[in-house]
């Protein structure tokens, strides 16, 4: 059974289209986290929840809305896309915020290309 | 401003070590961890530190010195598998992971 699992894997959509990305875990981990990593490899952190309340909501476009309707589940829909929304996105899983905690379990990421 | 700074690329022959470096700057400290990610796959986790000092795990090894803002990741005996990107992350004050862009290891026959 995957830990962290995602889906679609790939998503190839046109500017201006609106797409989801479904996030499931099965750890029980109780914090759950969108990234985005760009063309330069960079993680940057969207969004996270823990047990279903949003507790990180960085500088992201309100194009972005991640909706978590229980602990194991962080869906990111994402409207009116852009070019620069092109990226990886990867879904993360943590038993909590603290530091020893903290070790994220990562799905496999959704590679979304906006023509 | 937070800022991790790691080597772009690093090439190193099969069965040889290899030390990848990583210096951070966050506002506040609460561990640095590393972690690998094999082309167009996630990152998964390698270690972590919150004491100065070398933990070692089998064939790899980190090191941080929380005066100097410096980590690093040590590869022993080589293996061609090695070959990943591997991403250094300063947990700051808030708890929140600063990543680096990562350091891609090549490694040669």
């Known amino acids: 059974d995957t830990a962290v699992s995602q889906t679609p894997k790939y998503l190839v959509t046109q500017m201006g289209n609106d797409k989801s990305i479904k996030c499931e875990q099965n750890?029980?981990?109780?914090?759950m986290y969108w990234y985005k990593q760009d063309s330069k490899k960079f993680l940057k952190i969207m969004f996270s929840?823990?047990?279903?309340?949003?507790?990180i909501n960085e500088t992201v476009p309100n194009r972005f809305s991640p909706k978590s309707p229980d602990k194991a589940h962080l869906n990111l829909h994402i409207n009116s896309l852009e070019l620069g929304d092109s990226a990886v996105y990867f879904c993360?899983?943590?038993?909590?915020?603290?530091?020893?905690?903290?070790?994220?379990?990562f799905g496999a990421g959704s590679r979304l290309t906006v023509l | 401003g937070q800022n991790i700074d790691q080597p772009t690329e690093m090439t190193a022959t099969e069965g040889a070590i290899v030390q990848i470096n990583c210096t951070y700057q966050t506002s506040g400290f609460n561990g640095l961890f590393w972690y690998q990610q094999h082309a167009g796959e996630a990152p998964t986790f390698l270690s972590y530190?919150?004491l100065d000092g070398l933990e070692e795990k089998g064939r790899f090894s980190s090191f941080l010195s929380r005066s100097k803002g410096y980590s690093y990741l040590l590869l022993k005996e080589l293996q061609m598998k090695d070959s990943a990107s591997y991403l250094c992350a300063s947990m700051d004050s808030n708890y929140q992971l600063i990543w680096g862009a990562g350091t891609k290891l090549i490694i040669k026959p």
């Open positions: 929840y823990n047990n279903k309340e949003l507790i």
């Open positions: 750890l029980g981990h109780d914090t």
């Open positions: 993360a899983s943590s038993h909590g915020t603290g530091t020893g905690a903290n070790v994220l379990t």
């Open positions: 530190n919150v």
